[in-house]
């Protein structure tokens, strides 16, 4: 079992940025290492949508293009924690961003995820 928690979310100007972490918990280092991990991100009345992921290793990432050049995805398997830094926020950015781990494979649809974390918020004002 995986707990992922979010943090970091809050109220940005367009423009801006922010960074969110995801730490997870019940999980060694190397239980954590075994994870491909990833956003995504839900505005309301919208479905929930693949933003960023990145495979177990680091060593290879994966983005959306509504994000792409804009979003870093990055981890650090000693903290078990990944990052999302984005920058360049527009308002259509806004949303409820949640975490997510796969085992072994990259979590780049919902179809991969194995467990989600309980998502934090994120608004960008114009």
């Known amino acids: 079992q995986v707990q992922l928690v979010e943090s970091g979310g809050g109220l940005v100007q367009a423009g801006g940025s922010l960074t969110v972490s995801c730490a997870a918990s019940?999980?060694?280092?190397?239980?954590?290492?075994?994870?491909?991990m990833g956003w995504f991100r839900q505005a309301p009345g919208k479905e929930r949508d693949f933003v960023a992921a990145?495979?177990?290793?680091?060593?290879?990432?994966y983005y959306a293009d509504s994000v792409k050049g804009r979003f870093t995805i990055s981890r650090d398997n000693a903290k078990n924690t990944v990052y999302l830094r984005m920058d360049s926020l527009k308002p259509e950015d806004t949303a409820v961003y949640f975490c997510?781990?796969?085992?072994?494979?990259?979590?780049?649809?919902?179809?991969?995820?194995?467990?989600w974390g309980q998502g934090t918020q994120v608004t960008v004002s114009s």
């Open positions: 990145i495979h177990k290793s680091g060593t290879t990432t």
């Open positions: 019940a999980a060694s280092a190397r239980t954590f290492s075994l994870y491909g």
């Open positions: 997510a781990a796969s085992p072994l494979i990259t979590p780049t649809t919902s179809a991969h995820v194995r467990y």
